[in-house]
Structure formats: structure tokens, C-alpha cells
């Protein structure tokens, strides 16, 4: 196993990285010399992704890990081919797609071959029958959205990374998008994979709605970030265009009549789209900048977005307004319509990691209805110890039995070095806060190195299944290693 | 070094957490991951002294097609399509890659021909005096070596309508050269070229490469070159005109990067089309500020990676119609590359009005 690459290690080394010429020349056959990088701009590329303490390293020109080269495969055959080649040598392969997530998850640990996927792009089926698409994993977010709106679809998934975050990027982390109620989690959008594994073989799975053939590999695969395989190609449930879209918004006395209210509304079976609930802290500036000066820092905002047939959308919004007002809810409009247009604003965020000597984060976890609040006061108590300068929550993700919570913190310390360390001692806490009301402490973003000191506490009987399957499938730990606390 | 002096524009791009940033044409095509965050990264090196211009570096600075107007920035209804100008630092870059000596060959290569020839394409040119009218129509470069038949529809049309015109084909106007680091011989062209446009006495000038509309407008004053005269796109020229034509046909329209998202220009041409008898004009799902690009103007390194994007944008428009019609020699010369392969004809908007 080879060691990360730093950026002043590849320095010293000079501007052509030396790479062993047999393995560089092995590759190049299989993809051709212009999809094999070993330049030292090209390795700077795959340093990092947006995991908050890699943004200090670029503040400071501080890059800890670099591949050792890049590759550009474009079929599934070159990714059978690399890894085989990698497996051979015993060189660590690490996937990256828009390199846009938050945990780390490309982050080349160990250094080794980066097999950035972008280049298999296509579109390789569409049944508008069976309303399903096949796309090659490397399909960016927003290209594989455009695609299906072109001809009538929509694909469900609007994570906020859509246009800089790729298909199998979405599927590695066990991702959601924003509108998840209606069109679920990833998880539960894809409907079959294929993945190349360790060895370089490939597996496929089928292509049917439901089966009863044994365990589901899909899930298996989906969120395994590359630890156990490279997933090359994915089928997807896609929808019709909605025929309307209708926001509801309300003002809530409390988090917790909130949380019942979106409860009580899929207990009636009722799932729109969008479903997000804010704590008072968080909602105080939309609450002023809508007119509702009066109600900033008391009341706590909740809306729903609506979709779908206009007759059933009319009847999802008449359930919402019942759900919402025996709650107390104060309907309170324009929230929706607000979020819609800011969506991809993540200001406060940048602002915190632009300052000297700041970062912050924002952490997703999930519980089940009955713990939701409890993890949210658990979560603020316990930042708000490790002395964050703000923390605020919301939860964007609600289901049948339970749903998301995001707490966003930020903090700031005596130089760029300390606030690092103060991170992690946020992280600690945090994690250990909903462990504490058995809440799961991943939602969507994933484990990568962002949390895996701590994810053998959140199911603490169930991962060494995981570490077991790991094994099997991986013997000799070359697929994305330091992943999830692999 | 401009860029040492760059640092915190540098930083808020590198440390960029809003994410549509990276909805870039080259890594939605082609797969490379030279996004503005990672090329703003690479750049904060070298201006730290920490990177040289060695030539990846260098490279990844010539990355972008056209200084990034290409990016789509906001492709739904959340706000309007971002139009700066995203060269803000990533132009300075390429000025001082060109100041250290350590330019591109293909960048030196256009450099000579500009030298030797007076255009980039090196065509063989004697400038001569510029007539005098009260209309200049221009028949910049890349039309000449690329699309002389949109001149040629122009002139015929502008003579069609009885319009008292002159034309300019010669020289550079030097946006390319700004843009590709080469100011000075950049600044030292564009006095040449609006000196040629002040002799023609032209109270209206008249271009059908829309950045080279936006050279005129917009980065001459600001190099206090003065023109005298009103800059227009053809489309808002000959829409201005009255022009009319007969065509049969179902076409759709490319809205050049330059046309839509730099001078925000999105109607002229459709209107225009409006007035083209037995005409039906059959909209792209992404049109206006949210078109995707077709590819590069005249300079970019690589054209298989410029062949793949307007294969890309040649797709899309083929779901809407078989004839593509768009209003810049760059777009025509991208997609006209791809579009035998795909049964599509491609026009200018002036070839439509002239048939």
C-alpha cells in the first residue's frame, strides 16, 4: 500500500511527478495517454473536496494528500482494466465523481490512483414506458437532470451539489435530494447498479421494481462510497413532469408541534415534495425578511412544497393547512417560494471558513418522530459547550416514521491551526450527542473521513457484518481505503 | 506579478461553497476537473510562490473556453443567468503567464500570425484605407477565415435594404489576444482597429461576431479607445432595418454565449426570425441566457475537447429541428463540425434573411 502524496512531497519531487513507468504505461494502454494525469495541477485537482477542515489546508496552500496520478476512464471495460492493474500492483484506487462532497470521501488517504468518472457520461437508456433511465455513473447532477427534462422527465433528486455532483456520487454516500417526501432518498430511487468490483470484475444487478432472489446487492452497494466496489452505471426510476406546484408555509409555536405536524401528515399518507421544519434561531431572518418582524425568534417556520396531478396536489395542500393549524400553526406565507429561490446559497457557511481563524459545518443525522427534538436540543447543547460562536438547526428530510435534522454551527479559534482541533472537538460532540438519543449520526452526505472515528459506535453490533463483507469482497484494502472507518 | 497581489479574489473563488460555480462545459463534456475553484487554487499557488509556471500549470489557466462566459450559471427559475465577466482573474493569470515567457505554443503560434499578418489566422491581408459612410459593417476575423459566407450574406442584405455602408475586413479588433494574456499587442490592435472605425466616419457600426460587440462596447471605452458611433449586433441591426425574408422551413436558434449572456441580447434574433415568411421557429429546451454553449471561440488548445461540447449542444438542438440557425462565426464554424454527422444544417441568422 503506498502513503499520501503531499503537496510539498510532490514539490520536492518536481514538476513531473515520478510514477513507476510500467504501471504508467499499463494504464495509458488501456485509456490512452491524454486520460492518465500526473501532473502536479492535475493531482491539486483531487486534493480535496468541500469537507470543512480541507478548506483550511487551501487557506494555508496546505494540501496533506495527493493521488499519485489521475485517470480518466470511459467505458466500464477501463475501469475493469484499472482496477485490475491497481489490484496487480496493490495500489489504493479512490472514485471521484464532482468531487463536491462534504465528508472527505475523495480525499486519497493513502494516495494511489484516482479514477475520476466524469468522462463516462452518457445517457445509455431511457424507458419512458417503465419510467426508468440508465445513465454511466460520471453523468453530472444537473447534465442528468437537463437530459430528462429535455424529453418530459424529471428525475426526483435535487441535492443541493446538483450541478457540480455526479449520478454515482449521489448513489456512493446514500444521497438525498431536496424534494425526498415525494420521490424518496437515492436509495430508494435506484433501481439496479453495476459495479465494478476489487478484482476488476463486474457485477450487475437486475433490473426489475422488486424481487425476492436473495439480499438486495443494490443496497449493499449504495452508500458503500467506493470501499467495495467503483459503481459504473445505474438505473433510476424518473416521473412525468408535475402538472403544478403549490408551496404552503406556517409559522409554529414550538420545533416539537413542528415535528408532530409533519408526523400527523404522513400518518394521514400525505407526502409532498419538500417538507422542511426551522428552529426559531435559524427561521428569525426569514421570518423578518418576509414581514413577520413579530414573530422572529418565537415562532418556527414550516413549509411544504406540493406536487404532482393538479387534483391530488390541491388535496395534499388541504391536508397540510388541516396538519399544520391543529398544531397552532399561524400560516405564514412565502417561505417556500424564499427557499426555492436561495437554495443553492450556502453564504453563511463560506463566510465562516473565509475568516481567519473560523469554520463551521453543517451536520445531518436522523432519528425516528419520537426523538427528533430531543436530538436537536441534544446536538445545540453540546456545540454550544465546545464553544461555537452560533448553532441552529432545521430538519429538510421527512418520512413515514421519522426524518433529517441539520445543525449548523460555526466557531472560531486563536489561529487557522487551533480551529481545526476545536473542529474535530465539535465533531466529537456532536456525534456523541445523537448517539445519545439513538439517532444515526449520517443522513445523506455519508461517513467517508469526516465521521469515521465514529461509526462503529452508530450501529456497534451491526458493523462488523461490514467490516466482514469489506474483507470478503476486498482483501487487500485497495478500494477507497480510510472510508467509512474501513 | 498581477497575481500575487490577487490573493483574496483568488481565495473566494477557491473556497467557493456556492455550488453551481461548477456547471462548466468542459466538465460536464469532457470530464476534466479544471473547475474555476480548482484553476483559482492552482493560481493562489503561484501567486504564493509555491507553483512556477511550468506548463500543466499554464495549462490549467488556459483551460476555460472563453474566460468562463461559457458556464451556465443558473440554469432554473431561482435567478437570473450570470453574466459577469468571469475573467477577473483568471485574464490577469494568463498576462502573466505571458509576462514570465512561459505562454502555450498554440498562444505563441496565434501571436505570430497577429504579428506577420494582422489577424489570427494568419490570412494573407494588405490593410488598405477604410471607406466612409454613415454604416460600417464589420467582417471581423473569425468570420473571415471561418464564415466569409455570413460577410457575404451581410453585404448582399445591407445593399438589399439600400443601406449606405462600408465594410471593414481587415485586422484584428485584440479581444482575443486580451483574453489569452497577450495585452499589449492586444491594446496595441485594438488602437489600430478603433482608428479604422473612426476613419470611416460610421455613426453605426454594425459586427455579426457578438464579441466582438462586446470588445466595442464595452472593453474599448474602458481602454479609452473611442468610436463615435453606436455598436450593434446584426440581429439588432437588421431587425432596426426592417429586414424581411421568405424561408421554408422548421429551424430553431443557438444563442451564442457571447450574445446572450454577455450583452443580454436574446430578442433581437428571435424577432427577427418572426419576420421570415413560412418560417417556424421551434425553441430549444435551453435557449436565451440558459443556452448551452456551442464551444470555444477562435482560440482554444484542444479541438477534440471543443468537438465534444458541440456535439453535446448540437444534440440538444436537434430535438427541436433539423436546421439550427444561430448569429456568431464561432458558433456557426462549432456546430457546423458536428452537424453532418447529425443530419442538421446550420445557418447564420443573415444567410436565413439573405436566401
Not at chain 1, 393547512?321 to 405564514?332: D, F, S
Request: a negative charge.
Amino acid at each position: 500500500m503506498t502513503t499520501a502524496l503531499s503537496l510539498d512531497a510532490a514539490l520536492a519531487r518536481g514538476e513531473a511527478i515520478q510514477v513507476d513507468p510500467i504501471l504508467l504505461t499499463q494504464l495509458e494502454a488501456v485509456v490512452g495517454n491524454k486520460n492518465v494525469a500526473t501532473s502536479i495541477a492535475d493531482l491539486i485537482c483531487y486534493s480535496h473536496d468541500i469537507m470543512p477542515p480541507a478548506f483550511k489546508w487551501v487557506r494555508r496552500d496546505d494540501l496533506p494528500y495527493l493521488p499519485h496520478m489521475v485517470v480518466f476512464p470511459g467505458s466500464t471495460r477501463d475501469v475493469q482494466e484499472i482496477v485490475k492493474i491497481a489490484h496487480y500492483n496493490r495500489i489504493p484506487v479512490v472514485p471521484a465523481g464532482g468531487t463536491s462532497g462534504t465528508i472527505g470521501g475523495i480525499l486519497p488517504v493513502c494516495g494511489g490512483i484516482v479514477v475520476d468518472m466524469k468522462r463516462m457520461n452518457r445517457l445509455v437508456d431511457l424507458d419512458p414506458y417503465s419510467l426508468t433511465v440508465t445513465v454511466e455513473a460520471g453523468m453530472l447532477g444537473q447534465d442528468y437532470e437537463d437530459q430528462l427534462n429535455m424529453r418530459g422527465f424529471i428525475g426526483g433528486h435535487y441535492p443541493q451539489s446538483i450541478r457540480c455532483s455526479a449520478v454515482g456520487g449521489w448513489i456512493g454516500p446514500r444521497g438525498v435530494g431536496t424534494f425526498s417526501t415525494k420521490y424518496g432518498k437515492i436509495e430508494d430511487i435506484v433501481q439496479s447498479l453495476e459495479v465494478v468490483l476489487a478484482d476488476g470484475s463486474v457485477a450487475r444487478t437486475k433490473n426489475v421494481p422488486r424481487a425476492s432472489c436473495g439480499p438486495d446487492l443494490d443496497q449493499l452497494f449504495i452508500g458503500s462510497e467506493g470501499t467495495l466496489g467503483i459503481i459504473t452505471q445505474a438505473t433510476l426510476r424518473i416521473w412525468p413532469k408535475p402538472a403544478k406546484r403549490e408551496w404552503v408555509s406556517y409559522g409554529m409555536p414550538s420545533f416539537e408541534a413542528g415535528v408532530h405536524a409533519c408526523r400527523d401528515l404522513m400518518a394521514e399518507g400525505i407526502y409532498p415534495a419538500v417538507a422542511r421544519l426551522y428552529d426559531e434561531i435559524e427561521g428569525a431572518g426569514a421570518l423578518k425578511e418576509l414581514g413577520y418582524a413579530e414573530a422572529a425568534g418565537k415562532e418556527h417556520p414550516l413549509y411544504f412544497g406540493c406536487e404532482g396531478r393538479a387534483d391530488l396536489t390541491d388535496l395534499e395542500v388541504k391536508v397540510v393547512h388541516e396538519c399544520c393549524r391543529a398544531q397552532g400553526g399561524v400560516e405564514r406565507p412565502g417561505f417556500g417560494e424564499r427557499w426555492w429561490r436561495k437554495r443553492y446559497d450556502t453564504t453563511f457557511l463560506k463566510k465562516a471558513y473565509m475568516l481567519p481563524n473560523g469554520i463551521g459545518d453543517a451536520i445531518e443525522c436522523s432519528a425516528t418522530y419520537k426523538n427528533l427534538t430531543a436530538m436537536h436540543d441534544a446536538m445545540l447543547e453540546a456545540i454550544h459547550v465546545q464553544g461555537a460562536h452560533e448553532v441552529f438547526g432545521h430538519g429538510s428530510h421527512f418520512y413515514p416514521t421519522g426524518g433529517n435534522l441539520y445543525i449548523i454551527w460555526s466557531a472560531f479559534a486563536a489561529d487557522e491551526k487551533e480551529i481545526e482541533s476545536k473542529y474535530w472537538r465539535v465533531m466529537d460532540a456532536a456525534m456523541k450527542a445523537v448517539l445519545s438519543v439513538d439517532g444515526s449520526i449520517g443522513h445523506h452526505h455519508g461517513i467517508g473521513v469526516n465521521k469515521g472515528p465514529w461509526i462503529h459506535l452508530d450501529q456497534p453490533t451491526a458493523w462488523p457484518v461490514v467490516q466482514q463483507i469489506k474483507a470478503a469482497l476486498d482483501p487487500l484494502g485497495i478500494m477507497n481505503p480510510g472510508k467509512l472507518g474501513l | 506579478m498581477r497575481l500575487s497581489s490577487m490573493r483574496e479574489i483568488l481565495e473566494n473563488t477557491a473556497i467557493d461553497h456556492v455550488y453551481y460555480r461548477s456547471y462548466d462545459p468542459l466538465v460536464r463534456c469532457v470530464g476534466r476537473e479544471y473547475t474555476p475553484h480548482r484553476a483559482a487554487q492552482i493560481a493562489m499557488l503561484v501567486g504564493g510562490g509555491r507553483l512556477g509556471w511550468t506548463p500543466d500549470v499554464v495549462q490549467a489557466m488556459y483551460w476555460p473556453l472563453n474566460s468562463r462566459i461559457e458556464l451556465v450559471w443558473n440554469l432554473d427559475d431561482s435567478g437570473p443567468a450570470f453574466a459577469t465577466d468571469a475573467g477577473e482573474w483568471d485574464r490577469p493569470a494568463r498576462a502573466d503567464v505571458v509576462e514570465a515567457g512561459a505562454a502555450p505554443a498554440w498562444v505563441k503560434a496565434l501571436e505570430a500570425n497577429v504579428k506577420t499578418s494582422g489577424n489570427l489566422y494568419g490570412l494573407a491581408e494588405q490593410p488598405k484605407a477604410v471607406g466612409q459612410a454613415p454604416v460600417l459593417y464589420i467582417a471581423d476575423d473569425t468570420t473571415r477565415a471561418h464564415a466569409p459566407e455570413i460577410a457575404q450574406a451581410m453585404q448582399l442584405l445591407l445593399a438589399g435594404e439600400g443601406c449606405d455602408f462600408t465594410t471593414l475586413a481587415q485586422g484584428t479588433d485584440g479581444w482575443a489576444l486580451y483574453d489569452l494574456g497577450l495585452w499589449e499587442l492586444a491594446r496595441e490592435k485594438a488602437t489600430e482597429f478603433a482608428g479604422w472605425i473612426r476613419a470611416s466616419g460610421a455613426r453605426t457600426v454594425v459586427a455579426n461576431c457578438p464579441a466582438l460587440v462586446y470588445a466595442l462596447r464595452e472593453w474599448y471605452p474602458a481602454l479609452g479607445l473611442r468610436l463615435d458611433a453606436e455598436v450593434l449586433h446584426h440581429s439588432e441591426f437588421l431587425l432596426k432595418l426592417g429586414v424581411r425574408g421568405k424561408f421554408a422551413g422548421r429551424v430553431t436558434f443557438h444563442d451564442p454565449s457571447y450574445l446572450s449572456r454577455y450583452l443580454h441580447q436574446v430578442e433581437a434574433p428571435r424577432a427577427l426570425l418572426g419576420r421570415v415568411e413560412g418560417l417556424e421557429l421551434a425553441e430549444c429546451y435551453f435557449k436565451g441566457e440558459k443556452a448551452n454553449p456551442s464551444g470555444p471561440l477562435a482560440t482554444f488548445f484542444d479541438e477534440e475537447y471543443a468537438e465534444q461540447i458541440a456535439a453535446r449542444r448540437a444534440d440538444e438542438l436537434a430535438l427541436a429541428a433539423r436546421i439550427v440557425v444561430t448569429a456568431a462565426p464561432a458558433s456557426k464554424r462549432n456546430l457546423a463540425g458536428v452537424a453532418r454527422a447529425r443530419g442538421l444544417q446550420v445557418l447564420d441568422i443573415a444567410e436565413v434573411l439573405a436566401c
